[in-house]
């Protein structure tokens, strides 16, 4: 099984649990044109069982949580939880209104320190989404039914992943399966916490929008911006 990982920033990454190699380059904006968006706005802020339906009302995801303190969340909780960083247009087509820049002001999903289970009862190839605050101690891991085809971590999204809340800091990630399938993603966090919002799934691989730039400079903001604290 080969994945194809992009972000938008262009660093070296290292690979999780797929044997092929991992290619990661930068790209303006955010999920791929033609597939199924999700913003979470519709569901309940706390921690229960809820589906989300696309903005097209034509796909749905079951959304779960593990405790002590994972769920539906909004806005910031010093020390837990911080909003994810829109910026670059990567909220643009998501249904949330003035979006384009800024700290993510609709609902979004946080693992605190146990984890969001996106179950989507179909097998899709692509997966992107807005991940907030990026540390070393996020995961996601891609799962085919109840058997595991992989997972990344902080790490391999930027290379010095340090809880940044700022534009240097919440990066929009695309998952490209090449030639396999995932039905469900978990996502954990050791630590406060995992952030993400702006899913976007296909059940076809999609290609890359073709923007591609230069933005590492963006990492050297990361270092000066303001942190989480550990």
Do not use: C, H
């Not at 194809?4 to 262009?10: F, G, H, N, R, V």
């Not at 797929?18 to 706390?46: H, K, M």
């Not at 929009?172 to 996502?187: C, R, S």
């Amino acid at each position: 099984m080969k994945l194809l990982l992009t972000s938008s920033l262009a660093l070296s990454l290292t690979t999780g649990l797929f044997a092929a190699t991992i290619t990661p380059f930068a790209s303006i904006g955010g999920a791929a044109t033609g597939s199924e968006l999700f913003n979470f706005d519709t569901l309940l802020v706390g921690s229960g069982a809820q589906t989300a339906w696309s903005t097209g009302g034509t796909a749905s995801v079951a959304v779960s949580f593990s405790p002590p303190d994972s769920g539906v969340v909004n806005g910031a909780t010093k020390d837990v939880f911080a909003a994810p960083f829109l910026s670059g247009g990567n909220g643009i087509g998501f249904g949330s209104p003035d979006q384009s820049n800024g700290p993510d002001t609709t609902n979004y999903l946080s693992t605190g320190t146990g984890s969001v289970t996106l179950d989507f009862g179909m097998s899709l190839s692509y997966l992107g989404r807005l991940w907030g605050s990026v540390d070393d101690y996020n995961k996601i891991e891609f799962f085919d039914g109840v058997t595991s085809v992989g997972s990344f971590t902080g790490i391999d999204v930027l290379g010095l992943p340090n809880g940044n809340q700022g534009p240097g800091g919440s990066v929009y990630v695309n998952f490209n399966e090449l030639d396999g399938v995932f039905t469900k993603v978990v996502l954990t966090s050791s630590t406060n916490a995992f952030e993400i919002d702006n899913v976007a799934i296909n059940s076809a691989s999609v290609p890359d929008s073709g923007a591609t730039v230069g933005l590492v400079g963006l990492g050297l903001i990361a270092l000066a911006a303001v942190r989480r604290k550990r």
